[in-house]
T-cell receptor
């Protein structure tokens, strides 16, 4: 069966510090991968998605970046965090085949920038 | 462009009441997919159901049921005999065929009181 791991679960970082969040998927090949952010108020904001190794599409211009160094690994990074980067970050995967298929989400990382 | 509207921001019910969560969508495609997800207080979104645009059959799974009506562009979700464990934020989502990006509604927070 497929599982998705995301870490860390919680993170408190000062403004201006770097960020690295990691997501890995097990039990599937060539998944579509997604990073979402959920600020207070519940809405899901798609940040990045990837349909293959090295292929990253950005949905929102900001100081975050994403990379996919391996088929089932998706990393969200920042060189310098802003207060506005605080939120709940969710990684998700879906079967290769566009958005036809449902997404499966990781447990999330709650990031507080102080 | 695709759009999903969940007009109910928050619903509060007492245990054992039936509750319906509304979802109205907009799309120009004839082939599309609709989803419901549950986000309990722990934060991880859980996939509940996927329905394609060619299948208007209603779905029932235990206390959960879904009513898909293309004529009104709606995909409503009903919980029968609600329980405290049903308390969560519920998201409706839409994907158009060939797109990698689903569109999520803003979610409906369901609070079930004992």
């Amino acid at each position: 069966s497929q599982t998705i791991h995301q870490w860390p679960a919680t993170l408190v970082q000062p403004v201006g510090s770097p960020l690295s969040l990691e997501c890995t998927v097990e039990g599937t090949s060539n998944p579509n991968l997604y990073w979402y952010r959920q600020a207070a108020g519940r809405g899901l904001q798609l940040l990045f998605y990837s349909v293959g190794i090295g292929q990253i599409s950005s949905e929102v211009p900001q100081n975050l970046s994403a990379s996919r160094p391996q088929d089932r690994q998706f990393i969200l990074s920042s060189k310098k965090l802003l207060l506005s980067d605080s939120g709940f970050y969710l990684c998700a995967w879906s079967v290769d085949g566009g958005a036809t298929y449902e997404q499966y989400f990781g447990p999330g990382t709650r990031l507080t920038v102080t | 462009a695709q759009k999903v509207t969940q007009a109910q921001t928050e619903i509060s019910v007492v245990e054992k009441e039936d509750v319906t969560l509304d979802c109205v969508y907009e799309t120009r495609d004839t082939t599309y997919y609709l989803f419901w997800y549950k986000q309990p207080p722990s934060g991880e979104l859980v996939f509940l159901i996927r329905r394609n645009s060619f299948d208007e059959q209603n779905e029932i799974s235990g206390r959960y049921s879904w009513n898909f009506q293309k004529s009104t562009s709606s995909f409503n979700f009903t919980i029968t005999a609600s329980q405290v464990v049903d308390s969560a934020v519920y998201f409706c989502a839409l994907s158009e065929a060939g797109s990698y990006i689903p569109t999520f509604g803003r979610g409906t927070s369901l609070i079930v009181h004992p």
